[in-house]
C-alpha cells in the first residue's frame, strides 16, 4: 500500500513466529535453524512477509559453510493477522505461489524462486508460503520515493533506464507463453461477458464489502458510472494481469528489475489493466510531494512514454488509456477507502464526515472524472 505514514499491520509476535516457523521447517530440512528474523520497513497492510537465514545439514540445493550445513536466505508470504483488519475480504495464498511459478517458467521476468506452500493453518496460525530472498533497493512508499530517495536523486538517465525496465518486465508477464487452461485459476468468478467485465465486477463486489458499514462513497458510485459510459468499443485480448503493477512491488539492481514481488491482485485481463496502475500509482505519489511543496518527479512515468515504451516492446499500442487510468484511480480509491476505516478503528485517525474524504487521492480523481488532470502534464 501507499501511505505518508504507517498503520499497523499485525499484532502478531515475531519472537513467536520465528519458533513455528523454525519448527515447521524441520520438517522440511534435517536440522533446520532459524537466523536474522525480521520484517522489512516496507512490510505492507496486505499480505505480511516475513526474512530470515535458514540453514540445515542435508542435501537440497544452497550454500555449503564446509561443516556439512547448508544455508540460504528466504522469506515467507503469510496472510495477514485477522486482528489487523486486513484490507482485503480474500487472501489466496496458494494462487500468488501459483501464479508466481508459471510467470517464472513460461517468461524472462525474474520471479523469485519458490519453494513450499503450506496451506494448513496450524503450523503459523495461517496459510503461508516461502520463497527466495532476493537483495535489492525497492522505491520506498514511506516516505514516497518522490520527497527524496536513491530514485528521486538519480540521473535523469538512470530514472528513465528504470521506467522503461519496469515497463519492459510488465509487458513480458503479459507476453508469457501461457493458455486458456494454464491461467484459469486466475480467473475471476463474478458474472461477465469478458475479462474486463468480471475484474470491474470483481472490484464492486470489493467495494460493497468495503461500505457494508454503510458509509458509501459518491465518488467512488460516481467512477463507476463514468466507466460504464465510457467503456471501451473494443477490449483488449486477455493476458496475465500482474495486479499491483506498480514500481514498489519490484527490486532494482543498477536500476534493472531483479525481482517482481506482490502477487496477491493477480487475475487474468487486458493488458491496459496494468499500464494504467502503473503509470497512475506513480502520479497518486506525485502528487503527495507536489501537494507538500515538494517538486516531485513530473518527468517520471509519463503515461506517454509509458505507452510508448509498451508498444516497442509488444508491438501493439495500449489503448484506452484514459478509461483504465482512471480505473486504476477508482480501485486505488476503494482499497484507500478501506485503509482509512482501519485507521479509524484503531484512532489513528478520526472518522470524517465526508466519506469521500476517506480517498487520499479525492481531488485527482474528481478532476480526472472532469476531464481536468491529464492536461496538467
Avoid at 265 to 287: K, N, Q, S, V
Avoid at 293 to 314: H, I, K, N, Q, W
Avoid at 363 to 377: C, I, K, N, P, V
Wanted: include cysteine.
Amino acid at each position: 500500500m501507499t501511505e505518508t505514514s504507517r498503520p499497523r499491520t499485525s499484532t502478531r509476535d515475531p519472537a513467536e513466529l520465528g519458533r513455528r516457523l523454525e519448527q515447521w521447517l524441520g520438517g522440511k530440512l534435517s536440522g533446520a535453524a532459524l537466523s536474522e528474523l525480521g520484517v522489512p520497513e516496507s512490510n505492507g497492510m496486505s499480505s505480511e512477509t516475513v526474512l530470515f537465514e535458514v540453514a540445515w545439514s542435508e542435501g537440497v540445493a544452497g550454500h555449503d559453510d564446509g561443516r556439512g550445513r547448508r544455508s540460504r536466505r528466504c522469506a515467507a508470504r503469510l496472510s495477514p493477522d485477522p486482528a489487523a483488519v486486513p484490507v482485503f475480504p480474500v487472501y489466496d495464498l496458494e494462487k500468488q505461489f501459483r501464479v508466481m511459478r508459471l510467470v517464472s517458467a513460461r517468461s524472462p521476468v525474474p520471479v523469485p524462486e519458490t519453494f513450499w506452500y503450506e496451506p494448513d493453518p496450524a503450523p503459523l496460525g495461517t496459510p503461508f508460503f516461502v520463497m527466495e530472498r532476493v537483495d535489492g533497493q525497492v522505491p520506498p512508499d514511506v516516505m514516497p520515493y518522490p520527497f527524496g530517495s536513491w530514485l528521486s536523486e538519480a540521473s535523469p538517465e538512470d530514472q528513465r533506464r528504470l521506467q522503461d525496465a519496469a515497463v519492459r518486465t510488465m509487458a513480458a508477464i503479459h507476453r508469457a507463453d501461457v493458455g486458456p487452461d494454464d491461467t484459469a485459476f486466475l480467473e475471476l468468478d463474478h458474472p461477465g461477458a469478458t475479462a474486463l467485465r468480471r475484474h470491474v465486477a470483481e472490484t464492486a463486489a470489493y467495494y460493497e464489502w468495503v461500505v457494508a458499514d454503510g458509509a458509501r462513497s459518491p465518488l467512488i458510485e460516481r467512477s463507476f458510472a463514468w466507466l460504464e459510459d465510457h467503456w471501451p468499443a473494443e477490449e483488449s485480448p486477455p493476458a496475465i494481469s500482474w495486479g499491483d503493477a506498480r514500481i514498489g512491488n519490484m527490486m532494482f539492481r543498477h536500476f534493472e528489475p531483479v525481482a517482481v514481488l506482490d502477487w496477491e491482485m493477480a487475475a487474468t485481463g487486458p493488458p491496459e489493466i496494468d499500464i494504467g496502475w502503473m503509470a497512475y500509482l506513480h502520479r497518486f505519489l506525485d502528487d503527495i510531494a507536489v501537494d507538500a511543496g515538494l517538486p516531485g518527479m513530473p518527468g517520471f512515468m509519463r503515461l506517454g512514454d509509458v505507452a510508448s515504451t509498451y508498444e516497442t516492446a509488444t508491438g501493439r499500442a495500449p489503448r484506452d488509456l484514459d478509461f483504465y487510468t482512471l480505473y486504476a484511480a477508482l480501485r486505488h480509491a476503494v482499497v484507500m477507502s478501506r485503509v482509512a476505516r482501519r485507521q479509524v478503528l484503531f484512532g489513528e485517525i478520526v472518522q470524517p464526515e465526508d466519506p469521500d474524504d476517506m480517498i487520499m487521492h479525492r481531488a485527482t480523481l474528481e478532476q480526472m472524472l472532469d476531464g481536468a488532470y491529464w492536461s496538467r502534464f
